[in-house]
C-alpha cells in the first residue's frame, strides 16, 4: 500500500504563486511514477504533470507548461507542483496520485487539496 498527503494549497491573487507537495510513505519502493491531476466544478479531472518516480523525466499539461513545474525530494520521498503566473482558471482541487509496478495506470491517489486563484 501507498499512502499519499497533499498540502499546500490557498487562496491566491492571479499572478501569483503556491507550492503544493505530496508525501508519500508506505511502499514507496514499488512507486513507478507520480503526478498531478486537478478537477475544478462542474469539469472533469485532468491531467497536470507527471514525473518518473527514479529518473526524474517529467511532462506537462499544454495548459500548465512553462507555467508549473513538477520536482521530487528524494530524502523525503516528496514531490512537490510549484506553480506559478497563476490564472483563475487553474482553480482547483489538486490531486496527487502515484502509479506502481504492473498497473498501467495511477492507482493511488491523495484525499486533494484545494487551490483558489482569485482575480
Known amino acids: 500500500q501507498v499512502q499519499l498527503v497533499e498540502s499546500g494549497g490557498g487562496l491566491v491573487q492571479a499572478g501569483g504563486s503556491l507550492r503544493l507537495s505530496c508525501a508519500a510513505s508506505g511502499r514507496t519502493s514499488v512507486i513507478t511514477s507520480v503526478g498531478w491531476f486537478r478537477q475544478a466544478p462542474g469539469k472533469e479531472r485532468e491531467f497536470v504533470a507527471a514525473?518518473?518516480?527514479?529518473?526524474?523525466?517529467?511532462s506537462y499539461a499544454d495548459l500548465v507548461k512553462g507555467r508549473f513545474t513538477i520536482s521530487r525530494d528524494n530524502a523525503k520521498n516528496t514531490m512537490h507542483l510549484q506553480m506559478n503566473s497563476l490564472k483563475p482558471e487553474d482553480t482547483a482541487v489538486y490531486y496527487c496520485a502515484a502509479r506502481t509496478i504492473a498497473f498501467t495506470n495511477y492507482n493511488y491517489w491523495g484525499q486533494g487539496t484545494q487551490v483558489t486563484v482569485s482575480s
Open positions: 514525473l518518473r518516480w527514479n529518473g526524474g523525466s517529467t
